[in-house]
């Protein structure tokens, strides 16, 4: 594994930052729908409740993008990894070849899709009860308390 992370590190640095910012994405909807409410029920101008629901648009938008280009390079990184050169397949019989595509390979693609969640799964859960509690408050802390159970 540690020879992939040597040869790896600058794109699995890209995608740690592709994943770190579609995930901190996902919570700019919710709060931009609280704006959007608060607009509805104010008095203020018709552009300012065109720039929330342009910037939910945007947002979502850019959500997918990145989740589409973090896909691709999981893919690009794992396809990569199994491209061999002639004299490294000479080297290896056809029963090692077979089994470096199908056991090795899918412990690379399984190490970098949940190496990512590892990190960015308590980041979320963080932000989630930040943003809970300034909706509910204290009675956060009931529905934390249930789930942790």
């Known amino acids: 594994?540690?020879?992939l992370l040597r040869t790896f590190s600058l794109e699995l640095v890209l995608i740690a930052l592709l994943k770190?910012?579609?995930?901190?994405?996902?919570f700019v909807n919710p709060l931009?729908?609280?704006?959007?409410?608060?607009?509805?029920?104010s008095e203020d101008p018709i552009w300012k409740g065109l720039l929330f629901a342009f910037t939910m648009f945007f947002?979502?938008?850019v959500e997918s993008l990145l989740n589409g280009q973090y896909d691709y390079l999981i893919n690009a990184v794992y396809q990569k990894a199994l491209k061999?050169?002639?004299?490294?397949?000479?080297?290896?019989?056809?029963?090692?070849?077979?089994?470096?595509?199908?056991?090795?390979?899918?412990?690379?693609?399984?190490?970098?899709?949940?190496?990512?969640?590892?990190w960015v799964t308590p980041l979320l859960i963080g932000i989630a009860i930040y943003l809970l509690w300034g909706q509910?408050?204290?009675?956060?802390?009931?529905?934390?308390?249930?789930?942790?159970?």
């Open 1 to 3: 594994m540690r020879p």
């Open 20 to 26: 770190l910012t579609a995930s901190v994405l996902t």
């Open 32 to 41: 931009i729908l609280d704006m959007l409410i608060g607009y509805v029920n």
């Open 59 to 61: 947002s979502s938008m």
């Open 84 to 118: 061999l050169s002639s004299t490294a397949r000479g080297q290896f019989t056809t029963g090692e070849i077979v089994n470096l595509m199908s056991v090795d390979t899918q412990r690379v693609m399984d190490y970098m899709q949940v190496f990512n969640l590892l």
């Open 136 to 149: 509910l408050g204290v009675a956060t802390m009931g529905g934390v308390g249930v789930m942790l159970l």
